[in-house]
Protein backbone atom coordinates (compact mmCIF):
# COMPACT_ATOMS: atom_id res chain seq x y z
CA UNK A 1 0.00 0.00 0.00
CA UNK A 2 3.05 2.20 0.56
CA UNK A 3 4.87 1.63 -2.57
CA UNK A 4 1.47 2.47 -4.24
CA UNK A 5 0.60 5.83 -2.44
CA UNK A 6 4.26 6.67 -3.29
CA UNK A 7 3.67 6.15 -6.98
CA UNK A 8 0.90 8.10 -6.69
CA UNK A 9 2.97 11.34 -5.14
CA UNK A 10 5.20 10.92 -7.48
CA UNK A 11 2.78 11.34 -10.34
CA UNK A 12 1.04 14.07 -8.82
CA UNK A 13 4.74 15.87 -8.82
CA UNK A 14 5.49 14.73 -12.35
CA UNK A 15 1.75 15.95 -13.26
CA UNK A 16 2.79 19.41 -10.91
CA UNK A 17 5.89 19.82 -13.12
CA UNK A 18 4.07 19.42 -16.23
CA UNK A 19 1.60 21.73 -15.68
CA UNK A 20 3.80 24.27 -14.81
CA UNK A 21 6.25 23.65 -18.16
CA UNK A 22 3.49 23.19 -20.23
CA UNK A 23 2.26 26.27 -19.09
CA UNK A 24 4.73 28.26 -19.47
CA UNK A 25 6.82 26.73 -22.39
CA UNK A 26 3.73 25.42 -24.55
CA UNK A 27 3.90 21.53 -25.80
CA UNK A 28 6.58 21.55 -28.17
CA UNK A 29 9.14 23.41 -26.46
CA UNK A 30 8.65 21.76 -22.54
CA UNK A 31 11.17 19.10 -22.25
CA UNK A 32 11.04 15.92 -19.87
CA UNK A 33 14.07 16.72 -18.79
CA UNK A 34 13.05 19.65 -17.21
CA UNK A 35 9.09 18.28 -15.84
CA UNK A 36 11.40 15.01 -14.45
CA UNK A 37 14.16 18.07 -12.64
CA UNK A 38 11.13 19.85 -11.34
CA UNK A 39 9.34 16.86 -9.75
CA UNK A 40 12.31 15.26 -8.67
CA UNK A 41 12.36 12.30 -10.63
CA UNK A 42 14.73 11.10 -13.16
CA UNK A 43 13.26 10.77 -17.30
CA UNK A 44 12.74 7.52 -16.99
CA UNK A 45 10.63 7.75 -13.52
CA UNK A 46 8.92 10.17 -15.61
CA UNK A 47 7.94 7.58 -18.99
CA UNK A 48 7.19 4.99 -16.01
CA UNK A 49 4.31 6.88 -15.61
CA UNK A 50 3.80 8.53 -18.92
CA UNK A 51 4.70 6.57 -22.27
CA UNK A 52 5.00 9.85 -23.99
CA UNK A 53 5.15 13.54 -23.77
CA UNK A 54 1.86 13.36 -25.73
CA UNK A 55 0.47 11.37 -22.85
CA UNK A 56 2.00 13.54 -20.12
CA UNK A 57 0.15 16.64 -22.15
CA UNK A 58 -3.05 15.08 -22.35
CA UNK A 59 -2.81 14.21 -18.33
CA UNK A 60 -2.46 17.53 -17.57
CA UNK A 61 -5.41 18.71 -20.36
CA UNK A 62 -7.76 15.87 -18.25
CA UNK A 63 -6.63 17.06 -15.17
CA UNK A 64 -7.50 20.74 -15.91
CA UNK A 65 -10.96 19.58 -17.31
CA UNK A 66 -11.53 18.50 -13.93
CA UNK A 67 -11.64 21.62 -12.20
CA UNK A 68 -14.98 22.40 -14.51
CA UNK A 69 -16.83 19.36 -14.31
CA UNK A 70 -18.76 20.42 -11.01
CA UNK A 71 -20.38 22.47 -13.29
CA UNK A 72 -23.48 20.60 -13.41
CA UNK A 73 -27.23 21.07 -15.36
CA UNK A 74 -29.72 21.36 -15.35
CA UNK A 75 -29.09 24.16 -12.60
CA UNK A 76 -32.35 25.48 -10.77
CA UNK A 77 -31.54 29.33 -12.54
CA UNK A 78 -29.47 30.87 -14.95
CA UNK A 79 -28.38 32.79 -11.50
CA UNK A 80 -27.61 29.44 -10.11
CA UNK A 81 -25.54 28.67 -13.30
CA UNK A 82 -23.29 31.50 -13.00
CA UNK A 83 -22.54 31.01 -9.04
CA UNK A 84 -21.27 27.95 -10.02
CA UNK A 85 -18.91 29.26 -13.08
CA UNK A 86 -18.25 32.14 -10.13
CA UNK A 87 -16.94 29.51 -8.35
CA UNK A 88 -15.44 27.43 -10.27
CA UNK A 89 -13.06 30.30 -11.41
CA UNK A 90 -12.51 30.91 -7.72
CA UNK A 91 -11.69 27.22 -7.05
CA UNK A 92 -9.28 27.52 -10.76
CA UNK A 93 -7.71 31.01 -9.38
CA UNK A 94 -6.05 28.71 -6.29
CA UNK A 95 -3.95 27.24 -9.04
CA UNK A 96 -1.95 29.62 -11.01
CA UNK A 97 0.31 27.11 -12.82
CA UNK A 98 -3.11 25.13 -14.23
CA UNK A 99 -4.68 28.82 -14.82
CA UNK A 100 -1.40 29.75 -16.98
CA UNK A 101 -1.86 25.96 -18.90
CA UNK A 102 -4.72 26.67 -19.75
CA UNK A 103 -4.63 30.40 -21.31
CA UNK A 104 -1.47 28.24 -23.46
CA UNK A 105 -4.58 25.19 -24.42
CA UNK A 106 -6.72 27.82 -25.61
CA UNK A 107 -4.52 28.82 -28.45
CA UNK A 108 -2.64 25.30 -28.66
CA UNK A 109 -6.13 23.81 -29.47
CA UNK A 110 -6.22 26.15 -33.20
CA UNK A 111 -2.72 24.81 -34.35
CA UNK A 112 -2.84 22.39 -37.26
CA UNK A 113 -1.12 18.98 -35.73
CA UNK A 114 -1.39 19.65 -32.08
CA UNK A 115 -2.24 17.02 -29.86
CA UNK A 116 -5.22 18.86 -28.42
CA UNK A 117 -5.71 20.57 -32.33
CA UNK A 118 -9.92 21.36 -32.43
CA UNK A 119 -10.82 20.74 -29.30
CA UNK A 120 -11.40 24.50 -28.24
CA UNK A 121 -14.40 24.38 -31.32
CA UNK A 122 -15.46 20.92 -29.81
CA UNK A 123 -15.97 22.69 -26.31
CA UNK A 124 -17.72 25.63 -27.56
CA UNK A 125 -19.84 23.93 -29.51
CA UNK A 126 -21.05 21.22 -26.70
CA UNK A 127 -21.59 24.56 -24.27
CA UNK A 128 -23.67 26.21 -26.43
CA UNK A 129 -25.76 23.05 -27.77
CA UNK A 130 -26.24 22.73 -23.92
CA UNK A 131 -26.35 26.23 -22.36
CA UNK A 132 -28.55 27.69 -25.08
CA UNK A 133 -31.70 25.90 -24.64
CA UNK A 134 -31.10 26.07 -20.81
CA UNK A 135 -31.09 29.99 -20.95
CA UNK A 136 -34.18 29.76 -23.61
CA UNK A 137 -36.10 27.94 -20.90
CA UNK A 138 -35.70 29.68 -18.35
CA UNK A 139 -36.50 32.74 -20.53
CA UNK A 140 -39.72 31.10 -20.79
CA UNK A 141 -40.02 30.57 -16.82
CA UNK A 142 -39.48 34.44 -16.39
CA UNK A 143 -36.29 34.36 -15.17
CA UNK A 144 -34.55 35.99 -17.82
CA UNK A 145 -35.96 39.02 -19.79
CA UNK A 146 -37.43 38.30 -23.09
CA UNK A 147 -35.69 38.94 -26.65
CA UNK A 148 -32.63 37.88 -24.92
CA UNK A 149 -30.84 35.62 -27.75
CA UNK A 150 -29.91 32.84 -25.34
CA UNK A 151 -26.34 32.35 -27.47
CA UNK A 152 -25.22 35.72 -26.85
CA UNK A 153 -26.03 34.99 -23.40
CA UNK A 154 -23.58 31.87 -23.51
CA UNK A 155 -21.13 33.57 -25.53
CA UNK A 156 -21.02 36.50 -23.60
CA UNK A 157 -20.08 34.53 -19.94
CA UNK A 158 -17.79 32.35 -21.50
CA UNK A 159 -16.00 35.77 -22.91
CA UNK A 160 -15.98 36.56 -19.92
CA UNK A 161 -14.10 33.27 -18.52
CA UNK A 162 -11.86 33.15 -21.12
CA UNK A 163 -10.85 36.82 -21.81
CA UNK A 164 -10.30 37.78 -17.97
CA UNK A 165 -8.59 34.51 -17.53
CA UNK A 166 -6.06 35.64 -20.51
CA UNK A 167 -5.85 39.34 -18.87
CA UNK A 168 -5.22 37.43 -15.61
CA UNK A 169 -2.03 35.31 -17.03
CA UNK A 170 -0.92 38.76 -18.56
CA UNK A 171 -0.99 40.72 -15.46
CA UNK A 172 -1.19 38.23 -12.83
CA UNK A 173 -0.04 40.74 -9.99
CA UNK A 174 -2.40 43.29 -11.12
CA UNK A 175 -5.21 41.86 -11.89
CA UNK A 176 -7.42 39.14 -9.60
CA UNK A 177 -8.94 36.84 -12.08
CA UNK A 178 -11.80 35.39 -9.31
CA UNK A 179 -12.62 38.70 -8.07
CA UNK A 180 -13.04 40.72 -11.45
CA UNK A 181 -14.75 37.80 -13.52
CA UNK A 182 -17.30 37.78 -10.40
CA UNK A 183 -17.94 41.32 -10.59
CA UNK A 184 -18.60 40.85 -14.43
CA UNK A 185 -20.63 37.97 -14.26
CA UNK A 186 -23.06 39.26 -11.55
CA UNK A 187 -23.04 42.52 -14.18
CA UNK A 188 -24.08 40.17 -16.90
CA UNK A 189 -26.84 38.68 -14.82
CA UNK A 190 -28.18 41.85 -14.00
CA UNK A 191 -28.65 43.23 -17.47
CA UNK A 192 -30.33 40.22 -18.72
CA UNK A 193 -32.22 39.18 -15.39
CA UNK A 194 -36.69 39.74 -15.55
CA UNK A 195 -37.74 42.35 -14.33
Known amino acids: MERLSRGDARRTRILTAATREFGRKGYENARIADIARAAGVTDAGVLHHFATKRDLFLAVVELREEVYQSI ?109 FTIAVNGLYERVRAR
Do not use: C
Not at 86 to 111: K, N
Not at 116 to 130: I, K, P
Not at 153 to 158: D, G, K, R, S, T
Open 72 to 180: KLPAESVRALFDEFIAVVRLAAQEPDLLRFRVMLTGASRIEGHPVQGRARRNLEAALETLAPFVQNRIAAGEIAEGTDPQQLVLELLALNEGIRDQWSTLPDRIDYAAV
